[in-house]
């Protein structure tokens, strides 16, 4: 693709921003040389850290945003005061038509209250889901949500469990994707009354989708089911347990082969090895999660991720752009509704017995 293609950035979201936002511009340009950014934020920080680097001025426009939205705020009191904020700004642009899409490192809650005012959901979806994919034993696999809605009903997760299918199908190339609801226990009995009455909806209505049952925390990584659908408070914990697990494990590798001269010229040897492992477990490979159910392109990108991790982000942003995504997803979804007769009223009927 060589036609220029622009993305917003919140240039002040996130823990290292904005010079973890800048120095993962200057990487995703050499991956994405047509891509073209919106830098908004405070236009004298930003303005000098730009112009002091032509890697950046040739591809950056700062748009200046006086306001910031800190991590601690409610997502209440960013939509009341952050109407000059970068985050709501950046998404602006998307709804605008100025951008083709956007990425944030900063408030989850407060980006996805405020992609939802602005840009809306798609017909029949209630809330936008934070979608991701990670690594697993049989490849990779799609899980949402991870963290836009901490709180979820049965309507919401059989919402969920459609647009993670079709995720898979559009993003992963899967022709029939396996759905699974994240549970403690894989019996009927197990889980809570709303995992229950999701999982009966599941399996009774006419949804043309692939329900495989309750699946655990470990079938994440076993890879059991292509997609593992969750509310945002279970799902988030999820992801940071497993990225946590992949530092530790990688801390006990280093440890390991640095404990003797013996074992450090073993290491020499399996160096190429380990280096495969540890890039195929890296979190800021993965780094860059969409929020499914938006009107517009909208990434998320982890707070703590550096430079590297939020390239993949812009990455994410670029791909889901040139491919059409958000089209396809409108698309899909509305195919999937009419197989199953169910629209958005329909399935909360169903939801609720």
Same mark, same amino acid.
């Given at each position: *693709? ?5 993305? !917003?950035?919140?240039? +002040? ?6 010079? *973890? ?27 000098? *850290? ?26 209440s ?9 970068s ?14 899409? +956007? ?10 209250? +405020?992609?939802?005012?602005?840009l ?23 899980m ?15 919402q969920?469990?459609?647009?993670g ?40 209505s !006419? ?9 655990e925390?470990?079938?994440?990584g ?5 997609v593992?659908?969750t ?28 404990? !003797? ?12 090895a380990?280096?495969?492992?540890r ?28 430079p ?30 009419r197989?199953?007769?169910l ?11």
């Amino acid at each position: *693709m060589s036609a220029r293609l622009t993305l !917003s950035l919140d240039a +002040m979201g996130g823990d290292q921003a904005p010079d *973890m936002v800048l120095k993962g511009i200057k990487i995703a340009r050499t991956r994405h040389p047509h891509a073209h950014y919106l830098l908004h934020g405070n236009e004298a920080v930003l303005g000098p *850290m730009v112009e002091r680097d032509k890697t950046l001025a040739e591809v950056c426009d700062i748009r200046h945003a006086e306001g910031v939205v800190g991590n601690d705020e409610k997502p209440s009191q960013a939509l009341r005061r952050g109407r000059d904020s970068s985050l709501w700004q950046a998404i602006q642009s998307v709804k605008e038509g100025e951008a083709a899409g +956007m990425v944030s490192a900063g408030n989850t809650g407060a980006f996805m209250a +405020m992609a939802k005012l602005s840009l809306r959901t798609l017909p029949g979806i209630d809330r936008p889901a934070i979608a991701a994919m990670m690594p697993t034993q049989r490849g990779d696999l799609v899980m949402l949500d991870l963290g836009a809605n901490a709180e979820c009903d049965a309507d919401n997760l059989v919402q969920f469990a459609i647009m993670g299918e079709v995720f898979a199908r559009t993003v992963l190339g899967l022709e029939k994707p396996t759905i699974g609801l994240l549970n403690i226990g894989t019996e009927d009995q197990k889980g809570t009354e709303t995992l229950r009455q999701t999982s009966a909806i599941l399996k009774t209505s !006419s949804l043309p989708i692939r329900f495989h049952g309750f699946v655990e925390g470990d079938d994440i990584g076993k890879g059991t089911v292509d997609v593992v659908v969750t509310d945002g408070f279970t799902g988030n914990v999820a992801l940071k347990a497993i990225e946590g697990t992949s530092k530790l494990y990688s801390a006990f590798i280093r440890g390991a082969f640095e404990s !003797s001269i013996v074992t450090r010229l073993g290491y020499l040897l399996v160096r190429s090895a380990v280096n495969k492992v540890r890039a195929r477990v890296d979190p800021r490979r993965y780094n860059g999660a969409m929020f499914l159910g938006l009107n517009g392109i909208a990434v998320k990108s982890h707070g703590g991720t550096d430079p590297l991790g939020f390239a993949n982000a812009v990455g994410v942003a670029v791909d889901l752009v040139s491919h059409g995504f958000n089209d396809t997803i409108k698309g899909e979804f509305m195919k999937v509704q009419r197989a199953s007769g169910l629209d958005a009223k329909g399935l909360e009927e169903a939801a609720n017995g």
